[in-house]
T-cell receptor
Framework: AQSVSQHNHHVILSEAASLELGCNYS??????LFWYVQYPGQHLQLLLK????DPLVKGIKGFEAEFIKSKFSFNLRKPSVQWSDTAEYFC?????????WGAGTKLIIKP | EAGVAQSPRYKIIEKRQSVAFWCNPI?????LYWYQQILGQGPKLLIQ????????DSQLPKDRFSAERLKGVDSTLKIQPAKLEDSAVYLC?????????????FGPGTRLTVT
């Protein structure tokens, strides 16, 4: 069965630092990949998604993710983080008709 | 547009009691999902409805959990009897379709504590 792993459970960065959060899924074939974000006190919301085409996907708030098929990875990046990026980030892959979710990474940005 | 509504937001019960959660999806969304999110883990799908039919309930503990979506709109999830390990956030989400290109919209969740 498909599974998703997120390597870091907690990440602490200073403002303006660069961010990369890892996400790996367990098997290939055609995959649909997602990053969701949950800001403190708010609902889960979609950050970006990959279905096909350009493997470099741009999302909201300056985030991007790169799909690397050979590495089964879909890492999330942002060149310069802000305090407002403090949130929990979830990677998910569509398998059949459902999403399989990673455990999440809690990101804390120090002002 | 109004988002996904859930109630209650918080619930504390004793083990062996029963509890019910309610969800009203975004208007027009055919697909509704119930997830269980245990602290430190990602959401786990419990059941997925397409209109008022069940698409997937393979991870629903059917001996104690039940869900329905009458008339293909709002939905209730019930636990009877509750166990300590049921303590979690129960998330409801909806989307316009089940397969292919879709985005799930989430409600605020119900935090259940079983003592």
């Amino acid at each position: 069965a498909q599974s998703v792993s997120q390597h870091n459970h907690h990440v602490i960065l200073s403002e303006a630092a660069s961010l990369e959060l890892g996400c790996n899924y367990s098997y290939g074939g055609t995959v649909n990949l997602f990053w969701y974000v949950q800001y403190p006190g708010q609902h889960l919301q979609l950050l970006l998604k990959y279905f096909s085409g350009d493997p470099l996907v741009k999302g909201i708030k300056g985030f991007e993710a790169e799909f690397i098929k050979s590495k089964f990875s879909f890492n999330l990046r942002k060149p310069s983080v802000q305090w407002s990026d403090t949130a929990e980030y979830f990677c998910a892959v569509k398998s059949n008709y459902q999403l399989i979710w990673g455990a999440g990474t809690k990101l804390i940005i120090k002002p | 547009e109004a988002g996904v509504a859930q109630s209650p937001r918080y619930k504390i019960i004793e083990k062996r009691q029963s509890v019910a959660f309610w969800c009203n999806p975004i208007s027009g969304h055919a697909t509704l999902y119930w997830y269980q999110q245990i602290l430190g883990q990602g959401p786990k799908l419990l059941i997925q409805f397409q209109n008022n039919g069940v698409v997937d309930d393979s991870q629903l503990p059917k001996d104690r959990f039940s869900a329905e979506r009458l008339k293909g709109v709002d939905s209730t999830l019930k636990i009877q009897p509750a166990k300590l390990e049921d303590s979690a956030v129960y998330l409801c989400a909806s989307s316009t379709e089940t397969g292919g290109f879709y985005e799930q919209y989430f409600g605020p969740g119900t935090r259940l504590t079983v003592t």
